[in-house]
């Protein structure tokens, strides 16, 4: 099995690309095969190296790794060229003899994107002759088999009037010299298939198996876009998520038969992966799984691990002791900073976390955890939850009427990780000074 991803570089890796990249990759890998990366560069104004290193970028850290490539079609021009002349020879193909001033009439008399057939284009540009009968069926692995009537194909544009070939040109002699077995896209692609098979006939090649993935909807069924939050890998990762949750939820996504939220390892994901079995019907991509999903990955990090991703995302060092108190309740990288940062940087700024607790009764419950707290010569957890339970005894109080004002004092929110753990992780000195400035600016 040889297969390919092929990006064009005129924008980020979004996540249907990651998705198309991904099911690749586990054909690949599943089967023993080979992927092939191959950056679609033809459109030169859109195109740029910075696209590019984005893409790599993105594909490195899903860890999709391919075995040939990157090859950029722009470099495989000389060869396009070769197989226009070709096919210009035997008469597969011809060039366009309509001129400027024809497109203009015709499009003015017929609307400007009305597809008939043989619809003028710019002088000399190469079109492929569409047999005047019959139909070209694209078999489709995950969609069957969609015939496309050939009174109803325009001769397609392969290349310009310069002789640089266009997309469905390249994509099919691209395909076709690496000897791709197995086309798998976006369904965005169905409609180009039939040129693409036609390419195909003319060239005297044996087309590969096709199977297109349905299209990308948010939880509100319309198409994915960045209205649903990340909508590109680089937004993911931002995001906070890791690479093994979005591959195990991409994988799924879409993947009929089987519950969105099931954890399955890399490992077995190219095991079982089988493209015949992706749902036609449209994929919902639902951030809130994947949070969730993630959650799940991020537990089964040890705390080494953790750690290690967290000092990077956050770019700050020495969090071992916080991220050991704050993992069961981050979902993502994303939600560790807001949530335990004032460890580091202090308490925060939530006026009303303060108004409802720094009252004088929290004033109050204050200046006891101070003293509680100050007299403890061991500075663990279980004498500092002694000292408090102790205040809330002493006070005849709930609990959270000494918790909830320490915890304000300590954080500046009303959200921490576990108050008696948190005094731990802070330390005896700091915590004490954090009480008494918050008792001072009680009401
Ligand atoms: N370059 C095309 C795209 O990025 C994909 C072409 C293909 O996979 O055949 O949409």
Request: proline fraction near 5%.
């Given at each position: 099995?040889?297969v390919?991803?092929a990006?064009?570089?005129?924008?980020?890796?979004?996540?249907?690309?990651?998705r198309?990249?991904?099911?690749?990759?586990l054909?690949?890998?599943?089967s023993?095969?080979?992927?092939?990366l191959?950056?679609?560069?033809?459109?030169?104004e859109?195109?740029t190296p910075?696209?590019?290193?984005?893409?790599?970028?993105?594909?490195?850290?899903?860890?999709?790794?391919?075995d040939?490539?990157?090859?950029?079609?722009?470099?495989?021009?000389?060869?396009?060229?070769?197989?226009?002349?070709?096919?210009?020879?035997?008469?597969h193909?011809?060039?366009?003899?309509?001129?400027?001033?024809d497109v203009k009439?015709y499009?003015?008399?017929?609307g400007?994107?009305k597809?008939?057939r043989?619809t003028?284009?710019?002088?000399?540009?190469?079109?492929l002759r569409?047999p005047d009968?019959?139909?070209?069926?694209?078999?489709?692995?995950?969609?069957?088999?969609?015939?496309?009537?050939?009174?109803?194909?325009?001769?397609?544009?392969?290349?310009?009037?310069d002789?640089?070939?266009?997309?469905n040109?390249?994509?099919a002699?691209?395909?076709?010299?690496?000897?791709?077995?197995?086309?798998?896209?976006?369904?965005d692609?169905?409609s180009?298939?039939?040129?693409?098979?036609?390419v195909?006939?003319?060239m005297?090649?044996?087309?590969?198996?096709?199977?297109?993935?349905?299209?990308?909807?948010?939880?509100?069924?319309?198409?994915?876009?960045?209205?649903?939050?990340a909508?590109s890998?680089?937004?993911?990762?931002?995001?906070?998520?890791?690479?093994?949750a979005?591959?195990?939820?991409l994988?799924?996504?879409?993947?009929?038969?089987?519950?969105?939220?099931?954890?399955?390892?890399t490992e077995?994901?190219?095991?079982?992966?089988?493209?015949?079995?992706?749902?036609?019907?449209?994929a919902?991509?639902?951030?809130?799984?994947?949070?969730w999903m993630n959650?799940?990955?991020?537990?089964?990090?040890?705390l080494?691990?953790?750690?290690?991703a967290?000092?990077e995302?956050?770019?700050?060092a020495?969090?071992?002791?916080?991220?050991?108190i704050?993992?069961?309740?981050?979902?993502?990288?994303?939600?560790?900073?807001?949530l335990?940062?004032?460890?580091?940087?202090?308490?925060?700024?939530d006026?009303?976390?303060?108004?409802?607790?720094?009252?004088?009764?929290?004033?109050?419950?204050?200046?006891?955890?101070?003293?509680?707290?100050?007299?403890l010569?061991t500075?663990?957890?279980?004498?500092?939850?002694?000292?408090?339970?102790?205040v809330?005894?002493?006070r005849e109080?709930?609990?959270?009427?000494?918790?909830?004002?320490?915890?304000?004092?300590?954080a500046g929110?009303?959200?921490?990780?576990?108050?008696?753990?948190?005094?731990q992780?802070?330390?005896q000195e700091?915590s004490?000074?954090?009480?008494?400035?918050?008792?001072?600016?009680?009401?």
């Open positions: 099995m040889r390919r991803f990006p064009s570089p005129t924008g980020a890796l979004h996540i249907g690309g990651a198309a990249a991904l099911y690749n990759w054909m690949a890998r599943g023993g095969g080979t992927m092939v191959r950056i679609e560069d033809t459109d030169r859109r195109s910075e696209n590019v290193d984005q893409i790599l970028d993105a594909l490195a850290w899903l860890q999709i790794d391919y040939e490539g990157p090859i950029s079609q722009v470099q495989r021009s000389a060869r396009h060229e070769e197989v226009l002349q070709q096919l210009l020879a035997d008469g193909a011809y060039r366009s003899t309509a001129t400027g001033e009439a499009k003015a008399q017929h400007a994107d597809g008939f043989g003028p284009e710019a002088e000399g540009a190469v079109r569409v009968d019959g139909a070209t069926v694209v078999h489709d692995l995950v969609r069957g088999d969609t015939t496309f009537q050939h009174v109803h194909l325009d001769d397609p544009v392969i290349a310009r009037a002789g640089t070939a266009l997309y040109f390249a994509v002699v691209d395909d076709a010299d690496a000897q791709i077995t197995h086309v798998v896209r976006g369904e692609h169905l180009n298939t039939p040129k693409q098979l036609l195909y006939v003319a005297g090649v044996e087309p590969p198996l096709f199977a297109h993935l349905p299209l990308l909807h948010g939880p509100d069924g319309k198409k994915l876009s960045k209205r649903h939050g909508a890998v680089q937004e993911l990762r931002d995001a906070g998520y890791l690479p093994a979005v591959r195990n939820y994988a799924l996504l879409g993947w009929g038969d089987t519950d969105d939220e099931t954890l399955i390892s077995e994901l190219v095991r079982r992966f089988d493209v015949t079995r992706v749902a036609k019907n449209p919902r991509f639902d951030e809130q799984k994947l949070r959650g799940r990955y991020l537990r089964e990090l040890s080494d691990e953790l750690t290690a967290l000092e995302y956050t770019g700050r020495g969090l071992r002791d916080a991220v050991q704050s993992r069961e309740k981050i979902q993502t990288l994303a939600d560790f900073w807001p335990s940062g004032f460890i580091f940087d202090g308490p925060g700024e006026e009303k976390a303060k108004a409802k607790w720094l009252t004088d009764a929290g004033r109050g419950a204050l200046v006891d955890a101070h003293d509680a707290l100050a007299g010569d500075w663990e957890l279980e004498p500092i939850e002694a000292a408090l339970q102790g809330v005894a002493a109080v709930k609990p959270k009427d000494v918790f909830q004002p320490v915890r304000v004092a300590l929110t009303a959200v921490s990780p576990g108050i008696f753990e948190t005094l992780v802070i330390g700091e004490l000074a954090r009480i008494q400035a918050a008792a001072a600016t009680a009401a």
